[in-house]
């Protein structure tokens, strides 16, 4: 299993990024998937999950701002990041749910910095 | 929202004691689950459904508890154990973790 997260970088409060997690080694379209964040120095901060048949679920702090979608056919989870805020800075991971229902395989991160 | 509160915050531990690390959700839940995270990489399982040990995990590792009171022991503190460890809970949406325990070696 392996989970690899693209797209990071810096970005002006209120502009738009999209961040890609490709996955390899297991039935992608099979499971469901979470993004996961952690600010600088801080815990882990769950962000979004999206189900094998594509249902949704966010926190509240990114509802209306964030979008989590996936392409199956490219074995790719996507994270659309607008209206950005200082605040949303930090390492964004994405983790498969695994069949315990848990987060049970994490990518290294892509680190998104929201400063101007 | 299920709060769930970690202590202690910090500890240190030396080469072979025992280490019991505590999680106390601000409600009722059914299940623990345990990460480990070292330096900048990114968690680790190391238990789930309160008790079972993941895939690799060393068996000095255990997990215990139930209702709004779970802990994760070490049973004898090694060098690579050092590291931050999370208690998250999966019983009700949003899913919320723990503010972490930063356990050192001594």
Not at chain 1, 12 to 35: D, E, N, R, V
Request: aromatic letters at 10%; proline letters at 4%.
């Amino acid at each position: 299993v392996q989970l690899v997260e693209s797209g990071g970088g810096l970005v002006q409060p209120g502009k738009s990024l999209k961040l890609s997690c490709s996955a390899s080694g297991f039935t992608f379209s099979s499971y469901g998937m979470h993004w996961i964040r952690q600010a600088p120095g801080k815990g882990l901060d769950w962000v979004a999950y999206i189900s094998s048949s594509s249902g949704t679920v966010y926190a509240d702090a990114v509802k209306g701002r964030f979008t989590i979608s996936r392409d199956n056919a490219k074995n790719t989870l996507y994270l659309q990041l607008n209206s950005l805020k200082s605040e949303d800075t930090a390492i964004y991971y994405c983790a498969r749910r695994g069949g315990r229902g848990v987060m049970d395989a994490w990518g290294q991160g892509a680190s998104v910095t929201v400063s101007s | 929202e299920i709060v769930l509160t970690q202590s202690p915050t910090t500890m240190a531990a030396s080469p072979g004691e025992k280490v019991t690390l505590t999680c106390l959700a601000s409600s009722s839940v059914n299940y623990m689950y345990w990460y480990q995270q070292k330096s900048s990489a990114s968690p680790k399982l190391l238990i789930y459904y309160t008790s079972s040990l993941a895939s690799g995990v060393p068996d000095r590792f255990s997990g215990s508890g139930s209702g709004t009171s779970y802990s994760l022991t070490i049973s004898s503190m090694e060098a690579e154990d050092a590291a931050i460890y999370y208690c998250l809970q999966l019983t009700s949406t949003p899913p919320t973790f723990g503010s972490g325990t930063k356990l050192e070696i001594k």
